[in-house]
């Protein structure tokens, strides 16, 4: 089985800043793109940014300039530096990836416990 397990996620004042990272263990032969998500009470989850494995990303208009996804191939790890972080950005953060095991090679969409983000003074 797979599991991605999330850290670093806290209570921190507007204007700060935060690392999440997010590592995938298990039965893995491959983990193509990786991602962070993020949600709050009474809304639906929304994209925040992801990576491909060659490191091509993607990162919400809401944001770009202030976050960025990395990523380490060799540790099945995803990182998001959240810098110049607003109250609004309070919220759990998920940690998503693809990953397909040694006996098929399908990739299987999982997701993390999820860490919670609070961005107050």
């Known amino acids: 089985q797979v599991q991605l397990v999330e850290s670093g996620g806290g209570l921190v004042q507007p204007g700060g800043s935060l690392r999440l990272s997010c590592a995938a263990s298990?039965?893995?032969?491959?983990?193509?793109?990786m991602g962070w998500y993020r949600q709050t009470p009474g809304n639906q989850r929304e994209l925040v940014a992801t990576?491909?494995?060659?490191?091509?990303?993607n990162h919400a208009t809401s944001v770009k300039g202030r976050f960025t996804i990395s990523r380490e191939n060799a540790k099945n790890t995803v990182y998001l530096q959240m810098n110049s972080l607003k109250p609004e950005d309070t919220a759990v953060y998920y940690c998503?990836?693809?990953?397909?095991?040694?006996?098929?090679?399908?990739?299987?969409?999982?997701w993390g416990q999820g860490t919670q983000v609070t961005v107050s003074s």
């Open positions: 998503n990836a693809d990953v397909a095991g040694p006996s098929d090679l399908l990739y299987t969409n999982f």
């Open positions: 990576i491909a494995r060659g490191g091509d990303t």
């Open positions: 298990g039965n893995i032969a491959s983990v193509s793109t």
